[in-house]
């Protein structure tokens, strides 16, 4: 099973029935989440946040100001760090399947080689918004209005 270790400045925890179903995080925050596969990370930073739990498992996780995470697939070897004014992360069966960020949105992902071996390059992106989508083979990027992009291919010797 998959694990989750977030900090704040101060927490206010809602219970119903003796289960915790929303965390408040006020102030600086930070974590790391690790899926149940154990082969997915993400590190978490930003301000006043808030966690949704339903039957002991995070469902959503809203970042308030200030929103930063790194997602790492070691399984495939891709690592993505995206950051805006404010995020929500969205779970399921204990890994994250849509992010939202908005507001100075930046992306900067490594893309896996075909061979394996060495990357292809960086992708780096920034928009007003962006969307991504988490897939078991593959992460989906939508971003928008207002896109820049680039990529920068590995230089091979």
Known sequence: EGSARVRADSMRIKLDRGEITRIDLLGALDGRMVSDRKDRDLWIAGRDGVVYVTSGRIQRFEIGADAEVTYRDGRRGEVARFSGRKMVLYFASGDLRRARV??????????????????????????????MLFHEDRMEVHVGPQVKGSFQPVERE
């Open 102 to 131: 908005f507001g100075d949105v930046q992306l900067v992902s490594r893309l896996p080689g075909q061979d394996g071996e060495q990357d292809a390059g960086v992708n780096r992106v920034s928009g007003d918004e962006l969307e």
